[in-house]
């Protein structure tokens, strides 16, 4: 299976969720990457950092939404939820020595280009605003304060 | 060849809904594709796409419902999970080697015509009116064509 190439139908033309979002891509594509070489570990470790990024995105994500009293939170936050217990599914079983990650590649890649371009989408004209706002409020430094909240 | 368009008809008021509404039309012209070029890989691409919608998109919809306070929510989830089994029961085919497009590309539409033009239609006006701000002039546009219908 290909890599996803990311293209212009992708962007919310908000630059750090962007960024995080071709973080998560190219997450998938290492797991991609690693899937053939028959190497558990190495499997195990990207997909751990795949996960463990995919949640601090969320968690930032929903964040902004909040704060920009996007209305649609909760049904937005749900997909997300459904979505870390789906995964967490599929982690379950590869550490019960099941061969997954084909079968999670393909749910990853449909999951992540469906929700990028409808519910991501929908937020992003709110959220961009706030963001302006918020910046004009506060200046420099805020946003990437905010960011290491989350990321670490 | 000729291509299923969205048709205003099919429209909630409610923008990410209808976006996700979209991907049953692309799904219906895909197997249409599949069809035509005889490439059972499409129908195994939408069956992907196709179990994540039911499982994204019902998970949207129905936090919507329930935050509207919809009395018909519960009715409505249980329509979605009918749906959920039966492109289960296809996904199950098509992997037993199964030609499954034709059936498939009858179900989805007629559920675009039974259930997004119709039941999805019902849950809008509640959901519309629960969420402050959004598609204000869809809800006038709404009002008007309400107050016509009964006082005209």
Do not use: C
Not at chain 1, 15 to 22: F, G, L, N, S, Y
Not at chain 2, 17 to 44: C, F, G, M, T
């Amino acid at each position: 299976m290909a890599h996803i190439q990311w293209t212009d139908d992708l962007n919310t033309d908000i630059e750090v969720i962007d960024k995080q979002h071709k973080r998560i891509v190219n997450y998938i594509n290492s797991l991609e990457d690693v899937k053939g070489q028959n190497n558990r570990a190495v499997e195990e470790q990207v997909l751990n950092e795949l996960v463990d990024y995919t949640l601090s995105h969320f968690a930032f994500e929903e964040s902004l939404m909040e704060d920009a009293g996007y209305g649609f939170i909760n049904g937005h936050k749900r997909v997300h939820q459904l979505f870390v217990k789906r995964v967490s599914g599929f982690l379950q079983r590869f550490k019960l020595g099941e061969d997954i990650t084909e079968e999670l590649l393909t749910v990853l890649k449909a999951w992540l280009i469906n929700h990028i371009k409808s519910d991501d989408n929908d937020y992003a004209e709110i959220v961009r605003k706030n963001l302006g706002d918020m910046h004009e409020k506060k200046g420099d430094g805020w946003l990437s304060k905010s960011v290491k909240k989350f990321f670490g | 060849m000729s291509y299923l368009q969205w048709s205003d008809d099919l429209s909630t008021g409610i923008a990410v809904i209808d976006s996700q509404h979209k991907r049953i039309i692309h799904y219906i012209n895909q197997l249409e594709d599949a069809r035509s070029l005889n490439e059972p890989e499409l129908v195994y691409e939408v069956l992907i796409h196709l179990t994540d919608y039911t499982l994204s998109h019902f998970a949207f919809e129905e936090s919507l419902m329930e935050d509207a306070g919809y009395v018909g929510a519960e009715i409505h989830a249980k329509t979605h999970d009918s749906f959920k089994e039966k492109i289960k029961s296809y996904a199950e085919r098509h992997k037993g080697g199964e030609d499954v497009t034709e059936e498939l590309s009858k179900l989805l539409n007629v559920w675009l015509i039974e259930h997004i033009a119709s039941d999805d239609a019902s849950y809008a006006p509640a959901v519309l009116n629960s969420i402050p701000g959004i598609n204000s002039d869809k809800k006038k546009g709404w009002l008007t064509s309400k107050l016509h219908t009964f006082f005209s």
